[in-house]
């Protein structure tokens, strides 16, 4: 199951590292503009990474009740759902935005990230519904057909990523903003792919997804219930990061630059883990369906030892060979030798985020997404008066705001694992969800 969920959170990651690349070649600065407007579009992705968790989790529990034919029903009102957190996004970033980035960053990059964000968060729509596939395709243990939108998607925006960039094969030289819109196009044709292959393999007939567009509250309040929890918790998470990347912007482009490389290398590498996590939301909700509780921790701990397993091969040549990996990015020995101090602790944080990621996706999967969002708003609180007093206070180094990862991830572990090991979770069945 988390290979082919692996091989999906690989191709978004992957195309950011491209983008990356693409944009380093423009200069000094380009990197680090990409970091803010990346992370910006990021909180709204969490939000419906949110909903999809919820969503996930409701469809595999439904699977594991032999209740087959209430899925389309949650799948069809989800798109309702997120197609007006879409529109207010999108509201969002021309009214709010513009306040947001002109009171604290400076002139220049105020306007050249307002710019790419215009057009960037018109993908919204487009990015939700493709998410929505990830909670129908993983729910319903069909996560092999995770590969063919995201082929789709990668490779359409590889080659839009390059074309409008740099203006090549024929067409236009848009240069920052042109990532922008090969995003946006790249979404939309993923989008399109998913549901084909949805069509193709009858699985609309099958779980009555087009059975009735009706909009029915009574659905979509289940849906709500069970994901704003999700919908909050990776919401503060991620603007928790915005701020983090705001107080690194006051230490200059190089400092940004070197941040918005490691956010990168902390998606990309951290994909196996992402797709175990995944796993371990749908894998528990469905036993606790099934009334198999007693086996949930037995399942947690051999996903948490395949997750770590894999993420030490990882580890070693991150802190044994950090200078190949960064020498991708960044040619200036100044630019290097400042970075490969943060990216031994971005490689620690990643091992830590192994164990602490599924015991976390763990608790989503027991049906109890309020005490997910308890534990996140505990972490949150810490990482920021951590990277506040760092980096705004103290004046240190990125390396030391970078820090905040190790917190951050150390608190989801004790208090996840806590959980789960308290027993409170066992009457998860009983829960109407």
């Known amino acids: 199951m988390s290979l082919p969920i692996s091989f999906a959170i690989l191709v978004p990651q992957f195309n950011f590292l491209v983008n990356s690349f693409f944009l380093s070649k423009l200069g000094p600065g380009y990197i680090g503009a990409a970091g803010i407007t990346g992370v910006y579009y990021l909180i709204f992705s969490a939000i419906g990474f949110g909903l999809n968790n919820g969503l996930q989790g409701l469809i595999s529990r439904r699977g594991g009740q032999d209740r087959e034919g209430e899925i389309g029903a949650l799948f069809m ?55 929505m596939r990830n909670a129908l395709l993983v729910g319903t243990n069909q996560s092999k057909l995770l590969i063919w939108g995201t082929l789709a998607e990668t490779i359409s925006n590889i080659v839009l990523d390059y074309g409008l960039i740099f203006g090549k094969l024929g067409l236009p030289n848009l240069g920052f903003n042109g990532a922008a819109y090969a995003s946006v196009f790249a979404e939309f044709f993923g989008m399109l792919v998913v549901f084909a292959i949805i069509n193709a393999k009858g699985m609309g007939e099958r779980f009555g997804i087009f059975k009735s567009f009706r909009f029915d509250w009574t659905v979509c309040k289940t849906i709500l219930v069970q994901s704003s929890p999700l919908i909050m918790q990776y919401g503060i998470s991620i603007i928790s990061w915005e701020f983090f990347f705001i107080l690194v912007s006051h230490d200059g482009r190089m400092a940004l630059d070197i941040s918005q490389l490691m956010r990168l290398l902390f998606g990309f590498f951290g994909i196996f883990i992402w797709a175990f996590a995944a796993t371990s939301n749908t894998m528990v909700s469905n036993i606790i369906g099934q009334g198999m509780n007693k086996r949930v921790m037995i399942l947690v701990k051999r996903i948490v030892l395949l997750s770590s397993g894999s993420t030490i091969l990882i580890f070693i040549p991150l802190q044994f060979f950090p200078e190949a990996m960064l020498a991708l990015f960044l040619d200036d020995p100044v630019y290097l030798a400042a970075a490969i101090p943060v990216l031994r602790i971005v490689s620690f944080a990643i ?44 004046n240190l180094s990125i390396a030391w705001g970078w820090g905040s990862e190790l917190l951050y991830w150390s608190c989801i572990l004790i208090l996840s694992l806590g959980y789960l090991l308290s027993g409170k979770w066992n009457n998860a069945k009983s829960r109407n969800i």
């Not at 009102?77 to 009171?103: C, D, E, N, R, W």
């Not at 990621?357 to 810490?382: D, S, Y």
């Open 77 to 131: 009102q989800s798109v309702y759902i997120t197609l007006g957190i879409a529109a207010v996004g999108i509201a969002s970033t021309y009214l709010i935005a513009p306040q947001i980035f002109k009171t604290h960053t400076d002139p220049a990059l105020y306007q050249q990230c307002m710019g790419f964000l215009y057009i960037r968060i018109w993908g919204l729509p487009f990015l939700y519904l493709y998410q």
């Open 351 to 394: 091992l830590l985020m192994s164990i602490s990621t599924v015991c976390l996706n763990a608790v989503t999967g027991t049906g109890n997404t309020k005490v997910n969002l308890m534990i996140e708003a505990v972490t949150i609180l810490l990482y920021c008066l951590y990277i506040y007093t760092t980096m705004e206070t103290m």
